[in-house]
């Protein structure tokens, strides 16, 4: 996990790198409310390094290493799902 949008206690997405280290920054579908309160729980304690953009989307990045799970759509725009964070 590379940072995330909206408020640190309740996110709205996530910004991922999927694949290898030096894969693009992509953004996660919005949260779903349960699972953005846990994750804004984990992000309490994180620190901020910054504000980048991904698919011009501009999200605050963070130093935290967290790996969550994700359900991968095909297609065109490729929407990636949060279903869980470890």
Do not use: I, K, W
Request: charged residues 25%.
């Amino acid at each position: 996990m590379l940072g995330f949008t909206g408020p640190r206690l309740g996110p709205r997405h996530l910004v991922l790198a999927v694949g290898d280290e030096g894969g693009p920054a992509r953004v996660s579908a919005r949260l779903e409310p349960v699972l953005a309160a846990r994750v804004g729980v984990a992000l309490s304690g994180a620190v901020v390094v910054g504000e980048r953009r991904a698919e011009s989307e501009p999200y605050v990045r963070v130093v935290r290493d967290r790996v969550v799970e994700v359900l991968a759509e095909s297609g065109r725009h490729g929407t990636l799902t949060v279903t869980r964070m470890q």
